[in-house]
Structures are given as C-alpha cells and as structure tokens.
C-alpha cells in the first residue's frame, strides 16, 4: 500500500506520523527544545566572543543601553564579569594619586628618648663615631652635609669637619659654632648669648679694610644698615654676656666675652697669656663693635653705651697640653665660664674624654635637621 501524500509528509517505513510522534515525542517538543539549546549556545558565544545579538553593537557605539554602564559599574547584567580594579603599581606614576611609597615607620617606639641628646649614651657615641669615620674615609663622601643647623647662620658640617674632633686635630668654625648652637637652644641661660665664630671675622676683615673686596655675598651682613642694627640689638646688647669665638692667628681660637655688666671684655686663652699680636686683634675687634653701637645709636636714637673705652681683661683659665685643642677649650669655656667664676673646673683629660659625647650632641641635636642621619646612626646602633 503507498503512502498516502499530505501536509504530514508520510516516509514509507517509518510508521504513520502518530505513530512516530507516540515514539519520539511531539515534532512541537522536539523543534522546540533543539531551538532552546541553540539560543543557550549563541548566548554563550556572544558572551564570549562579544556579537553583534548581544554585546557587538554596543562596544561599537558606546551606548549606554548596552555596555556603557557595565564598564563603568562591571554589573553582570550588562556583559557577565565583573571588573576589577587595576593595581596601582600596573598604573603609570603619572595616573596615580598620592605617592606609591608607603611612610617609613620608626625604628624603636621610643625613638624621640632614642635621640635626645639629654639621654645619649655609649652606644650613641659608638654609633657616630662609626658614621662618621666610615663617611669620612670615603673621598666621595668626606665632604657630604651631615650636620645642618637652624639659627647661627645655618651653618652645615661634613665629615671631614667633624672627624677633627675624635681625631684630635684642630677644629673648623663649623664645627664649633654648630655646638655653640646646640648649647644655646638645649641649655639656653636668660644672661648668655653665643654669636657665631664668623662675626669675629668678618668684623676683622672690615677693619683690615677686606671687605669690599671680598667675593663673598655674606659681607653683606657686614655693610647692610638694617643688618647692623639687628646684629647690635639681638646680639651685642640682648644678654648681660656676648660670648664671641675668636680664630685670633693660624690655627688658635680664643673665647672673647663682652660683659655688659661689668662693662668690660674678657679674654680666656687656652695657651697662657695672649702675645701683642692676639692683643692687637682684640682691640680691632672691641673698635669695630664700638663703631657698629655708635653708627646704630643715631640711626634708631637708641643709647647703647660706647664700649671703646671698656677694659680689656685676660682670665686665668684651664691649660691645653697639645697645640689642637684649643676650639673644644673654647667650647668649655663658654659652657662653664659665666663671666664672674668658673661653675665647673675641667682639664685636658676631661676634654678628651668628651669629644665622642660632643660629636654624638652635634648629630643628634634638635638643631640639626638632618633626619636620615640619625637614623642611619640609630640602625648603625641597632645592628651592634
């Protein structure tokens, strides 16, 4: 019997389509599901793949519609992943907010007592007298600022400079004016103030008639009217004491003081009494700080006595027992010296037995604003 043609579509040897459909299932099901499982599979790719019927269209045009907010917010309706966010070391620095390093954090919990120089002790001393030996016998390094104070003209210290002093070798004004400097902001008096060492000079060198040809622009400070009035009110006459150190011929300091009380100046000279030679000097320098009152008292009609007159009186005091100790007898001086009597008597064993606690004060005081070499010092401590 032949298969009958109709809209079924009869194939001989299969059945009637009731029967086919009894066996298989619905031809509705089975199109339906096959339709399902590719609709599943085309989603999958453009999922992947990024096509037109899902998410081509708007990588294309940018449309909010599509994927513009799932880049902005990484949702997964829009394209299926969430977006991380970049590390910033995959950024460029320029990209970046903020710094990248993160802040150093202090060695010790109690690094504020670690470098305060009232609590400084044999392992601080060892640790800077190491420091510095170890930069000072580097060529490239003997001559890096380690010390950079406040006040006393800001004066800086090198290695080099600070090696003389456990070295025992003569010392540079740097060197001294930086402790001057410490002493005077750690262990301040209501009656003392410390010039710096460059005053001196510089007063001799107006005297000698050096001056004006000088290269340096510092002289200024020397010339200018308004710095001549700050240096006699701030610093000849604010204390009862000036305390002035004196490089007085080739390698020998001197401590000149200029008692306003008394009305006198004051010589303390580490080798015995002065020759005609430092004795000359310090009647320039007493000439040229009478030339700097006057000139001020009738600029700013102020009534600074002239000092031209006042005295000039050599002191007994301590002996030095080798020709390099004079700038730290200078610093003992100023320290223990108070212009009327001596508040506590020392020797040469005694200021050679200071000099790693004085290069130890000089780092780590709250003068030097060199940070990172404390720290230096302190890991140099840590390790020993």
């Known amino acids: 019997m032949k298969g009958k043609r109709n809209n079924n579509f009869y194939f001989p040897g299969t059945g009637n389509l009731q029967a086919r459909q009894m066996l298989d299932g619905s031809s509705a099901d089975k199109s339906e599901e096959i339709s399902m499982d590719s609709l599943n599979t085309r989603i999958k790719k453009a999922k992947e793949s990024g096509t037109k019927e899902n998410d081509g269209n708007a990588k294309e045009s940018g449309t909010k519609e599509n994927d513009g907010n799932a880049k902005e917010s990484g949702t997964k309706e829009n394209d299926g992943k969430r977006k991380r966010k970049k590390s910033k070391y995959v950024l460029s620095p320029f990209q970046q907010i903020g710094g990248r390093k993160r802040p150093k954090k202090s060695l010790f919990g109690i690094r504020d007592v670690l470098i305060n120089t009232d609590y400084i002790t044999e392992d601080h001393i060892e640790a800077a007298k190491v420091y510095i030996k170890t930069l000072s016998d580097s060529a490239k390094l003997s001559r890096k600022t380690v010390v950079h104070m406040t006040g006393i003209a800001g004066e800086t210290c090198t290695p080099d400079m600070l090696q003389a002093i456990i070295a025992k070798k003569w010392l540079h004004g740097a060197v001294i004016n930086s402790y001057c400097n410490h002493m005077q902001t750690h262990n301040p ?26 290269k340096h622009h510092f002289m200024e400070h020397f010339t200018n009217q308004t710095k001549m009035v700050s ?28 008692h306003n009380k008394k009305k006198e100046f004051q010589v303390l000279n580490s080798t015995g009494k002065c020759s005609k030679a430092v004795l000359k000097k310090i009647r320039q320098l007493r000439a040229e700080i009478a030339k700097d009152t006057l000139e001020v008292n009738s600029l700013v009609q102020l009534e600074h006595p002239d000092v031209s007159s006042w005295p000039i009186n050599e002191y007994d005091m301590p002996l030095q027992k080798d020709g390099v100790s004079c700038g730290l007898f200078v610093v003992k001086c100023i320290q223990n010296w108070n212009g009327d009597e001596w508040i506590f008597d020392f020797d040469q064993p005694e200021v050679n037995a200071s000099r790693g606690r004085i290069l130890a004060e000089i780092l780590f005081s709250e003068c030097n604003t060199m940070e990172t070499v404390k720290e230096k010092i302190l890991k140099i401590m840590d390790k020993n």
Request: aromatic fraction near 16%; proline fraction near 4%; hydrophobic fraction near 40%.
């Open 189 to 214: 008096r209501p009656d003392r103030h410390i010039l710096s060492s460059w005053v001196s000079h510089w007063l001799i060198l107006r005297a000698e008639g050096k001056v004006k040809n000088s």
């Open 231 to 258: 240096r006699v009110n701030e610093e000849y006459f604010i204390r009862d004491k000036a305390y002035f150190p004196f490089h007085v011929e080739e390698k020998h300091w001197i401590t000149f003081l200029m």
